[in-house]
């Protein structure tokens, strides 16, 4: 009788049990106000929003990825299948293109993800430095996904009218449902700018200078950097990317070789110069610019070896380069160097790229703030084994900008910023520009189209 009555009390508890699991309310059903009800909620949804821009059609690489095939088919040779990348190689996207239709699903979900953080900002209450910290992550994030969105789904700065100019929807609640007051129309190009420097502004004053491998203050002074030379504010982009040099957190790397391979040469740490990078372990995180740029070229090395380097972009670099000898030829093609670690992290900004936007500032401007033109120039080409420059002009400065950062993710918007043109076609054609994705023309009826796509 004893067994009998252990027996039924288990089947008693086990069916209890079962009727609770049952009862759970379904994740997804979960509102905001019981999601974020706690300082830990809120810690884990900020960390939900790095694993948003971790993924890869964020900063996981594809936006980079894009950005080097659309603005350099000149030094690139695509011989990849999927038809998404190669549309774009070509210039010849349509509004269905995936990888344009994955970028602004990544980037709106981790954008909603951080408006979560910044409406529950109160939960923080273990100290005012923790929430400060938080805070400014959020803005940090966000402005840096909406800075990408403007760049590649609206005009350059500068091509027409700003203020008329349609740039991307300005999303700055939680979406919590979906109805028809959610569906907004596309901001101006000049108030998605806006906002992008005020979130920045603000998240420089409140980020630690260390924070792990997370957003510092230098983090947004350098994206204020990128986001001032786009709009030719000289003197803004010239002041942000002198705080972050001389700040000292970030130091050149005395090798060109020694800024990458950072899992295979240097136990998944970033060096001292990347100023911001996502982490990819052999466990999480994805390097789309690995899978991409990558081909297998020996242990630890891996890739789809899709994009191959023209012989003449070699031709580029001054004998005794190192940047120029920092290739490797596959089956009997060329590839970058840069992005043959399976598990590198992914480069988002690195300080000798502000020492490149601060030479051209000061050259612009015509000042000498932390240093001259001509010695921020020299400190990079020592840095790859070439003899000082005697003189230095913007023409000269462009050119070390764009050998010292190929195929890093830059060459688009450089282009277009500077007014030139990729193998022929002009920096203000509509084919330099991502389609709104058909699906979400489909959905919000507020959405206008940019021209050409249909």
């Keep these: 009788m004893k067994k009998y009555l252990i027996n039924a009390l288990v089947v008693t508890l086990m069916v209890t049990g079962c009727q609770k ?40 690489g594809e936006i980079m990825v894009l950005n080097e095939l659309i ?13 998404g990348l190669s549309d774009a190689y070509r210039v010849e996207m349509t509004a269905d293109n995936t990888f344009a239709l994955g970028i602004w699903n990544q980037c ?26 938080v805070e400014g992550e959020a803005l940090f994030i966000r402005a840096a996904l909406y800075f990408e969105l403007v760049r590649l789904y609206a005009k350059t700065w ?9 740039g991307v929807p300005l999303v700055l609640t939680p979406t919590t449902s979906i109805t028809e007051a959610n569906f907004k129309a596309r901001s101006s190009v000049a108030e998605v700018y806006a906002l992008v420097i005020a979130d920045l502004t603000k ?33 803004g982009a010239r002041d942000a990317a002198h705080r972050v040099i001389s700040s000292g957190r970030h130091t050149l790397s005395t090798t060109f070789a020694g800024l990458f391979f950072t899992f295979i040469n240097n136990a998944g740490n970033s060096p001292s110069e990347y100023i911001f990078s996502m982490k990819v372990t052999n466990q999480d995180g994805v390097n789309a610019m690995n899978t991409y740029f990558g081909t297998n070229a020996g242990p630890g090395t891996s890739g789809r070896s899709d994009c191959k380097i023209f012989p003449a972009h070699l031709a580029k670099y001054e004998v005794g380069d190192a940047r120029g000898a ?34 051209e500032a000061n050259f612009q401007e015509g000042t000498t703030i932390g240093q001259t033109p001509l010695k921020d120039v020299n400190d990079i080409r020592n840095r790859s084994g070439l003899a000082n420059l005697a003189t230095v002009d913007l023409a000269a400065i462009l050119k070390e900008r764009y050998l010292e950062t190929a195929f890093e993710g830059n060459r688009l918007h450089d282009i277009k910023r500077t007014r030139g043109t990729q193998s022929g076609t002009p920096w203000n054609s509509p084919k330099m520009i991502l389609p709104i994705p058909q699906r979400e023309m489909d959905v919000n009826k507020k959405l206008v189209q940019n021209v050409g796509y249909f």
């Design 203 to 235: 998240a420089e004053s409140l980020l630690p200078a260390s924070n792990s491998i997370f957003a510092t203050k230098n983090a947004a002074a350098a994206t204020l950097s990128r986001v001032a030379l786009m709009k030719g504010d000289y003197p």
């Design 108 to 133: 709106y979900n981790t954008i909603n993800r951080c408006n979560n953080v910044l409406s529950a900002l109160d939960k923080i209450t273990s100290s005012a430095a923790n929430k400060n910290k």
């Design 21 to 60: 699991k049952l009862d759970v309310i379904p994740r997804q059903s979960i509102g905001q106000a019981q999601a974020l009800l706690t300082e830990g909620d809120v810690l884990v949804t900020l960390i939900g929003a790095y694993d948003g821009l971790q993924g890869v059609s964020a900063y996981g």
């Design 158 to 166: 500068g091509d027409g009218d700003n203020q008329t100019n349609p």
């Design 326 to 359: 920092f290739f490797i030829v596959v089956g009997g093609n060329n590839y970058t160097r840069k992005h043959l670690d399976r598990f590198g992290n992914v480069l988002v900004v690195r300080l000798g790229e502000m020492h490149l936007t601060r030479a």
């Design 71 to 83: 603005g350099n088919s000149a030094d690139i040779r695509f011989t990849g299948t999927f038809a």
